[in-house]
């Protein structure tokens, strides 16, 4: 095994043991905020609109924050958003804008001219692992079945999932791949353009599996459309332990596709504690752990420097991989 997978693997397990196992820190007698702005980089009905609404709906429902609005500015993989907040930096006190995976991965492409560097860190807030799936009567039963059919001819084994060659979906298979032992650029993947052109490619057969979050395979799989070969996280999840994880077929894979808060750049270090605790009392509340539900993610609360650590940590395995599968 080359070094750098054994680099990568070791990052990765211990960023995603760290973020996975950090404790929230009940913030006592915690003000209410009069109000919070939701900055989302995309459009409605996507994840980045879930959490920051179902964030709202939380601080809300559980009187830490007396009003949430919300905003959705599309454009540039996210960069529009992102620039818009840090030109108006001086007048973004009150905004909170989310993130995910991507404003890692479309930094390191080029396709945004910024990076999480460039905002203020508030805090990672939630995750969904990934999974790889097939359909429930493929006869690929198990990871090790689709590893035998990719070993006789790896153009055997098509991988699809809603995002293009190089982006994250394509990664966490590869990831997979490179866990197991294999050559992470010889199977062949198929972009769609979302998530529900990805499956109808697996309904009809143009894909064998399907790589996708966790919490889209959970819907799935409780449909009984889908089977799920395994999941990134680093023990089986309670929301749907049914489901085997990677590690605990041999498989060194673990990836959790965090969602988070970023503040402009110059947020004052009062109003970053103050938006802090006041997610972190969120997580603690019935209120979040309804939303949080409902959306089928996992808490990996982790605020300011560790959050910020855990980026750092998640840009070297995710730039190592795209170098080795020629995207950088």
Partial sequence: MNTLGWTRRALIAAATASFAATGMAKAEGHQMMDSVHFLIPGGAGGG?????????????????????TYENMSG?????????????????????????????????????????????????????????????????????????????????????????????????????????????????????????EAMAGLLSGEIKALSTGFSEAIGLAEQGEVRILGVTAPDRVPAYDAAPTFVEQGIDAQFVNWRGFFGAPGLSEEKQAEYQAMLAAMMETPEWEEVRARMGLVNIYQPGEEFTQFLEQQEIQIGDLMRELGFL
Avoid: C, K
Wanted: avoid cysteine.
């Fill in 76 to 196: 540039g993989g996210g960069g529009v958003a992102i620039a818009n907040l840090i030109e108006n930096a001086a007048s973004s006190d009150g905004t909170l804008m989310v993130n995910s995976t991507p404003i890692v991965i479309r930094a390191l492409t080029g396709e945004i001219s910024q990076s999480f560097r460039d905002l203020t860190m508030v805090a990672g807030t939630v995750g969904d692992y990934a999974a790889l799936v097939v359909l429930a009567d493929s006869p690929i039963e198990t990871m090790e079945d689709a590893l035998e059919i990719y070993r006789e001819d790896p153009n055997a084994l098509t991988i699809g999932g809603g995002s293009v060659p190089g982006g994250m979906d394509h990664l966490v298979a590869a990831i997979v791949m490179q866990g197991a032992g294999e050559d992470p650029t010889a199977f062949n993947y198929i972009g769609y353009d979302a998530g529900g």
């Fill in 48 to 68: 980045w609109d879930g959490t920051a609404r179902g964030t709202g709906e939380a601080l809300m429902n559980a009187g830490l924050v007396g009003n949430a």
